[in-house]
């Protein structure tokens, strides 16, 4: 292919979340001379979903609290499908990366009136230790992350979308990897001596998701495609109160704060009764997954308010309360025309966070030389449920980690390889693909991914739904692939966008429904209504998806407790 | 229906108009999403996060700038019409998506990002929340870069090269961080011909900013210190 | 976007600021005319027209609309931030507009 | 000049605050002065009594050329593309105009 522009970079880095611009702080600290370039499919520090962190991130810091509790609670979380040695320094880097985000980068976290850190309470911690910034912490961590790698030099590639993963001619490690620049429309290939795949997952193929718009588990159907393993992809964790209004607005999907079921609210069904105490004694305040099912299990009853949700509301509490408490909730609401404080506002569960990802090691190594894995994209730290506030500390502590080994790397052992032309040309084939066809109804095909999922795949499975889901899931990819775009300008083209994000979109959902199917146990995020027990925690294991001609497949592996076995404690 | 008219093009462009259905829960981004989505393919935009937070999302609404996944067609439609176009003072790089490269580069040239006084400390300083100087930095810390208020200034578009709101804003919330080593820096970052002084007060800025930040008290506040450093013979 | 009071206040003081900065030099080339006492008072005769005078109470508004409002700027540049700094606009306002109901009632006296 | 601009922001302001004070006695006089009829005499009368009164007249004027040849500068730098040193020549040219003629009625009315 000549028609492609081509670069070099010694680090490339995919993503500016809170992986991806720690990553490349990092590894521009241990070498400074480091050619590092950041290639994001949104804006630098703009896009992802690390922005968007609302309650805060958890680090053992708080008088009392201990690494052990926190890896507990994060293994009791994870109902013991955690990798322990992931979890483990997990727990004992967020401690380290709060104090750098502080005092290194100028993050500036609540602090109690003594002047020392305020720590809040979070479901599933046995002590409060989540960090945070009001309830807008992400926004705090990725304006300080972006504007110092903005300071050195980093290159920077925006709206640069990553399509596919380039091995070498020999195939025994990465090249580097084929872009699109989306303002221009044309393809880029830069050749790198190591790669980071921070794309952050993100479930965005359920009828209601919580993350930002720019994500598409692009990087998780490009790992699937390089031929890595990917491990508990059943894993989805479902929010409980996300707003719904309709499915021609944006805001659907869009989370409520927690806090509120915390503060007391009441969640009723269509006919404005309360349901919560059906499912647990602790009624609205049970966990999220727990509350997510009791919902869905009413709303498949049919007991749903005008939009097929059902409703949260504050109004039996102090109205004074709740604007003061929730004042960014509030407004937040009333902007796109709800009233929180005094109404009814109909809400659904929401797919929230994917706890599975790319296997990786305790040094974000992946199983192919040259590729290396952090933040949402991977799987392990978090088992089958991850705690709330765990979701960042695991993104800002692996990207970090990753930064330094790829830094190591890229001086011992990494080099610029040739890449496979055929498998550069092959992507550019599959990304020109639509562009060849008779325009196809792309709407209809997302709106259908998105009720398959929900419907078949989502908070509440069986094998029959499952089995459905796949069938369903392979008949869209197919369709999918005849589906063609107008051939207009290619510069910026959001509709071509579209259909490369359902792409990536299909084939990891393919991934879900396999894991999902061949799990038959219900724990943390995965619940089988056809195997509602828990099984044997003492034999659990995980699953590993890989992709072979196009074809998924799905072992399992034990799970290694490392550090403590089930019915034991280290705290 | 909705008369939606968007600007089609780069800095040469006109408007063409779409009719969308009017929906209780819309959005500006909904429009323009309908737009793209059901009427016309090529339309380009840009939105990220939908809530608010990321800042990627801000066009000008009937002659407004404004953050669009937040704000409610029903705020403001004009007799049944709404006019969109790329945020002003910026580059445009295709129809409502603007450059911002511009706006992150004045950022930096404010020297808008912290240098540390004590970048290996193992613990994070003890400050107040009641310190005057951290109530200061609190209340213009939470920006999200939205550019609303560099398209809503008229200094930036009378003198391109003028920092802007943001730029000083987050230039006033480092001088007021007790645990920021380059205080001189800063300020001398900001008193350069472009920046606060060119300020006139006309708070466009304030009026617009979506989350409620004063920039105007920032700019002020950084006047005042480089007015007393320059007197001084600090700078 | 610009349909508030602060910028209005902004575009007022400008505005008077330039009309004043034009009038100044005639003013000052009036009162050298003193040198020659007759042509002063030849000058004053013509002043005092009414037309004239409705002239100068605008200026000397607008000298008082710069004077205020030009205070109030320099309030906000050099004292802590005053969350009634937009009260003052008002204030400043109707300083001047005294003055000039003051210069009206006066001259036409 | 490095930091020309803030230089020239702090000579405004400081004129300005120059200027206050006198301009508040200026329109107390012009209030006093003006019912009944303005002549040559009556001014003169006034203003060459007492030292006083040429001095802040004096002062005004060298604070009124200062901050008026500044602040249209500034007004022309953004309401014209007039830019470059030219400006600030004219700047200048526009200061000693002012302060020309004013130093004539100040020596006139002394
Ligand atoms: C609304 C919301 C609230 C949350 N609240 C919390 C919380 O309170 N506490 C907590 O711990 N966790 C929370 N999480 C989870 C947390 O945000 C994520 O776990 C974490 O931030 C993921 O970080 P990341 O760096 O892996 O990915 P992200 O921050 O999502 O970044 C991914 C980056 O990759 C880019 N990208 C995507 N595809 C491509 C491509 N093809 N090519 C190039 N670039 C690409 C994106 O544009 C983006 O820049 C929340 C998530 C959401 C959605
Ligand atoms: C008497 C003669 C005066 C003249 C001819 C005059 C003229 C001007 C002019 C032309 C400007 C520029 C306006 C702009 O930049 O927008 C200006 C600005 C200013 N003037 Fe005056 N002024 C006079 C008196 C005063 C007085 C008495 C004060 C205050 C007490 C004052 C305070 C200011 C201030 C603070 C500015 C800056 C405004 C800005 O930058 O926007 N002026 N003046
Ligand atoms: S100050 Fe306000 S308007 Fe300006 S960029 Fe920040 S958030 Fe947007
Ligand atoms: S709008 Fe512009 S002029 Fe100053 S007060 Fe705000 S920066
Ligand atoms: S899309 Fe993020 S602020 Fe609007």
Redesign the pocket.
């Known amino acids: 292919m000549s028609g492609i522009e081509r670069h070099e970079t010694e680090l490339l880095i995919l993503g500016s979340g809170g992986a991806g611009l720690l990553a490349a702080l990092h590894a521009h600290d241990k070498d400074p001379s480091l050619e590092i370039t950041i290639a994001v499919k949104g804006l630098l520090g703009k896009s992802g979903c690390t922005r968007m962190v609302q309650g805060g991130y958890n680090a053992a810091l708080a008088p009392g609290d201990s690494l052990q509790r926190h890896f507990m609670d994060t293994i009791e979380g994870g109902k013991w499908l955690n990798h322990q040695e992931l979890a483990w320094r997990l727990v004992e880097g967020a401690v380290e990366r709060i104090v750098e985000l502080e005092n290194r980068w100028g993050c500036f976290f609540d602090r109690n009136p003594d002047g020392k850190l305020h720590f809040k309470a979070f479901a599933g911690q046995t002590v409060d230790r989540t960090v945070h910034k009001g309830d807008l912490t992400g926004i705090e961590i990725i304006n300080r992350l972006a504007e110092q790698v903005w300071a050195r030099g980093i290159k920077r590639l925006e709206e640069h979308r990553a399509l596919a993963l380039i091995p070498s001619r020999e195939g025994e490690q990465l090249s580097g990897v084929l872009l699109l620049d989306v303002r221009t429309g044309e393809f880029r290939f830069i050749a790198a001596k190591a790669v980071l795949l921070a794309t952050g997952g993100g479930p965005t193929m359920y009828l209601y998701h919580t993350p930002s718009g720019d994500k598409s588990c692009d990087g998780l159907a490009m790992a699937l495609r390089a031929g890595l393993k990917l491990r508990d992809m059943e894993m989805v964790q479902f929010h409980p109160t996300g707003l719904i209004a309709g499915k021609d607005t944006r805001i659907t999907g869009t989370i409520i704060e927690e806090g509120l079921r915390g503060a007391g609210g009441h969640i009723l069904d269509g006919a404005g009764e309360r349901f919560m105490h059906k499912y647990d004694p602790r009624n609205e305040r049970a966990t999220r997954d727990i509350v997510s099912r009791g919902m869905y299990d009413q709303m498949r009853a049919g007991k749903t308010g005008p939009n097929g949700g059902v409703f949260i509301t504050m109004k039996h509490l102090d109205p004074a309360m709740v604007r003061r408490q929730f004042k960014g909730m509030v407004t937040r609401c009333a902007d796109v025309g709800f009233d929180l404080v005094s109404g009814n506002v109909e809400v659904v569960p929401t797919a929230h966070y994917m706890m599975g990802g790319v296997v990786f090691d305790l040094g974000c190594r992946t199983s192919l030389p040259g590729l290396f894995a952090a933040g949402e994209d991977t799987g392990g730290v978090h088992g089958a449920n991850r705690l709330g506030g765990n979701g960042v500390a695991n993104s800002t502590v692996y990207g970090g980690i990753a930064g330094e080994t790829m830094a190591t790397f890229v001086k011992s052992e990494g080099g610029i390889v040739a890449p496979d032309e055929a498998a550069i040309e092959a992507a550019v084939a599959d990304a020109l693909r639509p562009f060849s066809r008779k325009p196809g109804d792309l709407n209809d095909i997302r709106e259908r991914l998105y009720r398959l999922m929900w419907d078949d795949v989502g908070i509440i499975r069986d094998e029959a739904s499952l089995t459905r889901g796949q069938k369903a899931l392979d008949d869209l990819a197919a369709e999918l692939g005849e589906a063609g775009l107008p051939d207009t300008a290619r510069a910026f083209n959001l509709t071509w966008a579209d259909w490369l994000s359902l792409d990536s979109l299909i084939l990891t959902s393919r991934a879900i429904a396999a894991a999902a199917l061949r799990r038959d146990d219900s724990r943390g995020a995965h619940y089988r209504a056809d195997f509602p027990e828990t099984g044997s925690l003492e034999r659990s294991e995980n699953t590993v998806v890989t992709l072979k001609e196009n074809r998924i497949a799905v072992t399992t592996e034990p799970v290694a407790f490392t550090r403590v076995r089930p019915g034991q404690s280290l705290a | 229906m909705l008369k939606v008219e968007i600007w089609r093009g780069t800095e040469e462009g006109r408007y063409e108009t779409y009719e969308v259905p009017s929906q209780p829960s819309q959005t500006v981004l909904d429009l323009v999403t309908f737009v793209q989505r059901k009427l016309d393919p090529s339309l380009a935009y840009r939105f990220a996060c939908r809530v608010g937070v990321c800042g990627s999302c801000a066009m000008t609404v009937n002659d407004t700038p404004r953050w669009t996944c937040r704000t409610h067609v029903q705020k403001v439609v004009e007799r049944g019409r709404v006019r969109i176009a790329p945020l002003r003072n910026l580059p445009i790089v295709k129809d409502l998506a603007t450059d911002m490269v511009p706006f992150f580069d004045k950022g930096q040239e404010a020297k808008g990002r912290f240098i540390p006084s004590d970048a290996a400390a193992t613990s994070v300083a003890e400050i107040s929340p009641e310190d005057p100087k951290r109530k200061e930095a609190d209340a213009a810390i939470e920006c999200i870069g939205c550019a609303v208020c560099y398209a809503a200034c008229d200094v930036v578009s009378w003198r391109p090269e003028y920092l802007g709101p943001a730029a000083l804003n987050r230039a006033w919330t480092l001088v007021s961080d007790a645990r920021d080593s380059d205080r001189i820096g800063h300020l001398q970052a900001v008193a350069d011909d472009a920046g606060c002084h060119a300020c006139?007060?006309h708070q466009n800025c304030v009026e617009h900013c979506p989350v409620g930040i004063n920039p105007t008290r920032s700019i002020s506040g950084l006047k005042r210190l480089v007015l007393m450093a320059a007197v001084r013979g600090r700078l | 976007m610009r349909n508030h009071p602060s910028y209005r206040a902004?575009l007022v003081?400008?505005l008077?600021?330039?009309a004043?900065?034009l009038?100044?030099p005639a003013h000052l080339i009036v009162l050298g005319l003193a040198l020659e006492t007759a042509m002063l008072d030849g000058f004053l005769d013509w002043a005092a027209q009414p037309a004239v005078k409705a002239a100068e109470t605008i200026l000397v508004i607008l000298?008082a609309l710069?004077?205020?409002?030009?205070?109030r700027?320099?309030a906000i540049?050099l004292l802590p931030w005053s969350d009634r700094q937009k009260d003052w606009i008002g204030w400043a306002a109707a300083a001047a507009l005294a003055v000039g109901a003051g210069f009206v009632v006066r001259s036409f006296a | 000049m490095k930091r020309l601009e803030l230089w020239l922001?702090i000579a405004?302001?400081a004129?300005?605050?120059v200027?206050?004070p006198?301009?508040l006695l200026h329109l107390g006089v012009i209030l006093y002065a003006v019912a009944g009829g303005l002549s040559a005499s009556e001014i003169l009368g006034r203003t060459r009594s007492t030292w006083m009164w040429p001095a802040a007249y004096g002062l005004?004027v060298v604070a009124?050329a200062v901050?008026?040849a500044?602040?249209?500068r500034?007004?022309l730098r953004?309401w014209t593309s007039w830019r470059d040193r030219s400006l600030d020549l004219a700047t200048l040219g526009i200061g000693l105009v002012l302060l020309l003629l004013g130093l004539r009625a100040v020596q006139a009315i002394a």
């Open positions: 006139h007060g | 902004f003081h400008r008077s600021g330039i004043l900065a009038f100044l000298l710069h004077l205020f409002g030009g205070l700027l320099l540049e | 922001y405004q302001r004129s300005a605050l200027l206050a006198l301009v005004f009124a901050h008026a500044i602040g249209l500034v007004v953004e």
